[in-house]
């Protein structure tokens, strides 16, 4: 003890850390050995007093008044079970799809509208609408106005902004038998 006292603070304080790293060097190996590479937990169990203990199997062992136990954490693999019953058909879902298309005249009318209906029976899921014009016509183009479902198909206005050049909407629904 009297020899630490003459070491200096900075050798007392190297000391220390060296000392504090070689124990929790130690406490790390010990830990990290159990359970085992192999995954397996190994114990001792005290016959007459029921005490069971948890040993590291690399550097322990069971006392002769022990009986050795050891277990996995993973556990064996159990039997496959019974096969269960198959279960109801679902619904047909959807069948018949197909898209339908509907054109305006094409002509020079300002203002226009069109809907693509679906056929009788038919439901409609989607569609969609635009406007078409030949390369070249005057400016301003027409513009799609609206374009959304309405009574059983797809409905698309446009104005061409009084250009007075050919042009045309298209509307397109998309339709299927839907059980």
């Known amino acids: 003890m009297q020899r630490l006292l003459f ?38 169990y005290q016959k007459n007093g029921g005490t069971l203990r948890v040993i590291d199997s690399s550097a322990d062992s069971c006392r002769s008044s022990e009986v050795s136990l050891n277990w996995n954490q993973t556990g064996p693999k159990g039997a496959t079970g019974a096969r269960g019953a198959t279960g109801a058909t679902g619904p047909t879902g959807i069948s018949g799809y197909q898209v339908v298309t509907a054109n305006s005249p094409f002509d020079n009318t300002d203002y226009k509208t069109v809907t693509a209906v679906c056929p009788a029976g038919q439901r409609i899921l989607g569609g969609g609408a635009g406007v078409f014009w030949q ?26 902004g009084g250009a007075g050049a050919s042009w045309y909407i298209q509307a397109q629904a998309i339709c299927a038998n839907v059980n």
């Open 7 to 44: 070491l200096s603070r900075t050798s007392r304080l190297l000391l220390a850390l060296a000392v504090g790293g070689a124990l929790f060097g130690i406490a790390s190996a010990v830990q990290a050995s159990i359970p085992d590479s192999g995954g397996v937990i190994h114990g001792c």
């Open 135 to 160: 390369a070249g016509a005057p400016t301003p183009h027409p513009k799609l106005i609206s374009s959304f479902i309405f009574n059983g198909g797809w409905y698309g206005e446009a104005d061409d």
